[in-house]
């Protein structure tokens, strides 16, 4: 964690190349319920866990095997008061090597201890970051919610 939001990183056997393919499968790793393109600057797609949380993201930006950027557009939690705690950050994803294999650097700027989600988020963040998406990169199969499941 900084003070300008929730970071966590990992090193995994495997390439930029794999981790930055991995990255923008969104569907692999986060949610299959993820609707709209994930690997092309400019695109947008909405994330949804039922009526739990949905968001909608723009990509901003894709450095093949660098660099991921996103920033929330719109967001609602159903579990917070102020349901757009996420609207306006942004999420990061940067990639470089490392000794022992690839290091993948996550940070979701603004996301802040502060914030009345920040212990659930980061929870989450840490799991689909540290498990689904290092798996992903090192087994080809992520753990990502299932479509249209709690």
Known sequence: MTEQGFTTAFVVDGT????????TDVRG???EDVEGRTDQAGA??????????????????T????RVSWVVVDNHFEFTEDQ????????SFTIGEAEGGTEVRFTHHGLLPAHECFEVCSTAWGFYVNDSLRNLIATGAGKPNPRGEL
């Open 16 to 23: 930029p190349g794999d981790a930055f393919a991995a990255i």
């Open 29 to 31: 790793w986060w949610s």
């Open 44 to 61: 947008e797609f909405t994330y949804r866990y039922g009526d739990v949380h949905h968001c909608r993201i723009r990509v901003t930006e």
């Open 63 to 66: 450095v093949p095997d660098r």
């Open 84 to 91: 757009t705690e996420w609207t306006g950050t942004t999420i």
